[in-house]
């Protein structure tokens, strides 16, 4: 990390704030590998026993990247039954629906592909773009974060598998992104002023359905890879024996707008360059040197034929010119906070005052 991050701050010894996060707040929350292997057990006894009489133990949600693959193949190695999920939102790579096919292929998982329409999706992704905020990336997690539960409910799951864990995703820059990825409100708003079509295939997580999966219908989350070995190049060697899987080059490159959205759309109009995030948490959670992200950080991700090829096929995808999308770059650049955001509902407050009375009444009454 540098002086690109903005609210990055420096002690007299020289170690930033992410490193003393990370020393003081994460590293302690990172299991040894004798518990790691007990806690790990418990939670698959756990999704076993809590899932008996239904026709899936979980759900899995695959992107085709390291993380859920990884997710995938634990739950095949340790006997579950998954049904996996994947959100179709129209840039996988060829490479990542090879990668999908494979992992379904050797797993015998049963698997959904959640489609969704792809001019609605175009044009949520082109909202953002106009509003000119950091995180574009949103439609798609949120996306994937309300699908999830919800198919887990029509299919009688209770346990949603996730690949994200603590020792490769803790740090990222202050503003990098925007922190709530569920914020149903900030994106409806956005969409609201430059979208022009109705949201009907995208699924959305309104704070009620929230509270009806999770508080009504008891469905649980479960970061699988906390409690798993996970350093990323043995997890690549063994995705590779297992499934062929071949690696983008790129953390999240499986998806290609979202390798050109961090590899060309946040250095170029952010000064934001995300692997600087990615590399120091695998420096902290010693996978790699210091020295050796260093030497990773001075090639770029495309070289010149590469990017123009993407920029290309990118701009036409989302019905654009050049000139067009150079234009979007060129806004001034807007917070998530200039529009409407769940922090500033009253229906949130209200909902989230009703959550802690209940959590109040049950401690009580214990």
């Known amino acids: 990390m540098d002086t690109t991050d903005l609210y990055i701050k420096f002690d007299a010894n020289g170690y930033c704030n992410h490193c003393n996060t990370f020393e003081k707040k994460i590293k302690p929350r990172i299991f040894s590998k004798q518990k790691r292997k007990l806690y790990f057990n418990k939670q698959i006894d756990l999704i076993k026993s809590g899932s008996q009489g239904r026709k899936y133990n979980c759900i ?29 939102n129209g840039w996988d790579s060829e490479l990542a629906i090879n990668n999908i096919e494979n992992i379904i292929k050797k797993t015998g998982f049963d698997y959904y592909n959640y489609i969704v329409d792809w001019d609605e999706f175009c044009d949520l992704q082109l909202s ?12 798609t997690d949120l996306g994937i974060f309300s699908l ?21 995703e803790s740090i990222m820059g202050e503003g990098w992104n925007y922190k709530n990825k569920l914020d149903y409100i900030n994106l409806k708003a956005i969409h609201k002023k430059y979208g022009e079509k109705e949201l009907k295939s995208f699924p959305l997580l309104t704070q009620l359905k929230e509270i009806y999966y999770y508080n009504i219908m008891k469905i649980k989350q479960i970061n699988i890879l906390n409690y798993a070995n996970c350093n990323y190049k043995e997890i690549e060697d063994l995705l590779k024996k297992e499934f062929k899987w071949r690696d983008y080059g790129v953390k999240h490159g499986e998806s290609i707008f979202t390798k050109f959205y961090q590899s060309y759309v946040l250095p170029k109009k952010f000064n934001i360059d995300k692997r600087r995030a990615h590399l120091s948490s695998l420096i902290c959670s ?53 529009f409407p955001t769940m922090e500033k509902s009253k229906t949130y407050s209200f909902l989230n005052k009703l959550k802690r009375l209940k959590y109040l009444f049950l401690f009580d009454s214990k």
């Not at 953002?128 to 439609?139: F, G, N, Q, R, T």
């Open 60 to 88: 899995i949600g695959l992107s085709g990247g390291r993380d859920s693959s990884y997710a995938v193949y634990l739950a095949k190695e340790f006997g579950l039954n998954a049904l996996v999920i994947h959100f179709d």
């Open 128 to 139: 953002y773009l106009k509003a000119s905020v950091v995180d574009v990336e949103i439609p």
């Open 148 to 168: 999830l539960p919800r198919m887990a409910n029509n299919f009688n799951a209770k346990y949603i598998l996730f690949g994200e864990n603590l020792e490769t």
């Open 286 to 338: 010693l996978q790699i040197t210091r020295d050796e992200a260093l030497e990773i950080i001075t090639k770029p991700v495309y070289n010149n034929d590469e990017l123009k090829e993407e920029y290309e096929y990118i701009v036409k995808k989302l019905k654009l010119s050049s000139k067009k999308f150079e234009e979007i770059m060129s806004l001034p650049i807007k917070s998530h906070f200039d």
